[in-house]
């Protein structure tokens, strides 16, 4: 298969036939760093390049054997199991060569002349080639090689194989060796850069399928209000209802006895008609609220908390809700999760008399503080507490959410309840 050499950057002057000019003759150092510079110019093009492996490897091939004269290059890998196979795509073999089917299975001894290249990048070269080199080719059914250099293909302590090429009509020489050197290494580098993307691309997939997790998880989490929904239905008719099929009996009875002592009777079902209040009241604050559409209802929740917490509980409310973006559903259900929690243990908990709930678009997501003056307490204490769960609740709402919670708090201070969530799930 041909290919045509890698764009080359840099200045290599080129004779008519395409090779390096001047390359047999001249000051042998100038020549050295021409290649050399030539050869790292071809393997880095590979970076910003939009080439398929075998497709950079057939180009690099048919640099490296113009660089060095030679008819034929090609890489060469190790395998597991210790055994070189040809890296594709090589440059100069006809389709039908047995360079395909050559697998070279180096020894344990590391005696052999393959091993010297690969692992300790030596080779001895006697009138233009390695001769040793040359037999191991022969030997294994590439009958038709002439001559031959070989090295390392390594990336720092990794061995990855051999680069080589094959038949120079002048014979090869130590620059071209150490031109190929430099490749072996380059290409070292370029490959273990080409592993890591690749490991990274892997690492981006598990991120992805966590986060798609989460996402799920998170929905779920807002659907809550489902639940929510049954959990106040069943309240209602277990207390509230009851109490008032007890209160139309009771009126029944009234209406029903004339002769009876209707003061007595109506005192009762006043105290009756007050248990269904405050069992109302009770649902009122145990429940969350649902999640509402838009950051103007998301106030509007906050706020008519805040006054009943103001009416029941004496709690003077503050209120500054900065909300710029219309914040997503889900991201609001969270939010006024959360904000319910804090003002439920500020009721429950605080003896404050002064509640404030801050919420204000930042960092693509919405922060909220919700501070007492109440008497405060030792968190690390009561975050764990069996059976009570609202504070490290709210920290894994705020967290699978992507967010972070912070609870500040200490016995006489008061307790400032902080939180994070970005608008995107
Ligand atoms: N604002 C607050 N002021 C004073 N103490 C608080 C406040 N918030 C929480 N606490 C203390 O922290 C403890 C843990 O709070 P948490 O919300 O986890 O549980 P809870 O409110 O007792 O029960 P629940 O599981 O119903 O929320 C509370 O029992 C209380 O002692
Ligand atoms: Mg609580």
Same mark, same amino acid.
Do not use: Y
């Given at each position: 298969m041909e290919a045509a050499a890698l764009p080359v950057a840099g200045k290599v002057p080129l004779d008519r036939d395409g090779g390096p000019r001047s390359r047999r003759s001249g000051h042998e150092p100038e020549r050295f760093q021409e290649s050399a510079l030539a050869a790292l110019a071809a393997v880095s093009s590979y970076l910003d390049s939009d080439d398929d492996l075998p497709g950079f490897f057939g180009r690099l091939s048919a640099t490296m054997a113009d660089l060095s004269r030679a008819r034929r290059a090609a890489f060469w890998r190790l395998g597991p199991r210790g055994t070189l196979t040809l890296q594709p795509t090589p440059f100069g073999f006809a389709d039908d060569s047995p360079v395909y089917g050559v697998r070279l299975q180096l020894g344990a001894a590391g005696e052999g002349v393959i091993e010297r290249v690969v692992f300790e990048d030596q080779l001895d070269l006697v009138r233009g080639t390695a001769p040793a080199l040359d037999a191991t080719w022969r030997e294994s059914g590439l009958r038709d090689i002439k001559s031959s250099i070989a090295a390392a293909w390594i990336a720092g302590e990794r061995r990855i194989g051999a680069v080589v090429v094959y038949d120079s009509p002048h014979g090869f020489t130590l620059n071209d060796l150490g031109v190929l050197r430099l490749v072996g290494m380059a290409t070292g580098l370029v490959w273990q850069y080409k592993e890591s993307e690749d490991e990274l691309g892997h690492t981006a997939v598990r991120l992805e399928a966590a986060m798609s997790a989460r996402r799920h998880l998170l929905n779920n989490i807002a659907a809550g209000g489902d639940e929510a929904r049954r959990r106040f239905a069943s309240a209602l008719h277990d207390d509230s209802l009851q109490l008032l099929t007890g209160a139309e009996l009771q009126l029944e009875r009234i209406r029903t006895d004339p002769n009876g002592n209707h003061q007595v009777q109506l005192d009762q079902l006043r105290n009756t008609l007050r248990k269904v209040e405050d069992s109302l009241r009770r649902l009122l604050t145990n429940v969350s609220p649902e999640p509402l559409q838009l950051p103007s209802d998301m106030r509007e929740a906050i706020s008519e908390r805040l006054e009943s917490m103001r009416v029941r509980a004496g709690i003077e409310p503050h209120i500054?809700?900065?909300?710029?973006e219309e914040v997503p559903q889900a991201i609001q259900a969270i939010a006024l999760k959360n904000i319910?929690? $804090?003002? !439920? !243990?500020?009721?429950?908990? $605080?003896h404050a008399t002064r509640v404030t709930v801050v919420a204000e678009?930042?960092?693509?997501?919405?922060?909220?503080e919700v501070r007492d003056d109440g008497t405060g307490f030792v968190v690390a204490e009561?975050?764990?507490?069996?059976?009570h769960i609202g504070l490290v609740a709210m920290r894994e709402r705020a967290q699978l959410a992507g967010g972070w919670c912070r609870i500040q708090s200490e016995p006489g201070n008061g307790t400032k309840v902080e939180f994070w969530v970005p608008r995107s799930l």
């Open positions: 500054d809700i900065r909300l710029s319910s929690e $804090a003002l !439920n !243990n500020v009721e429950k908990h $605080a678009t930042v960092d693509g997501g919405v922060r909220v009561s975050v764990r507490v069996p059976g």
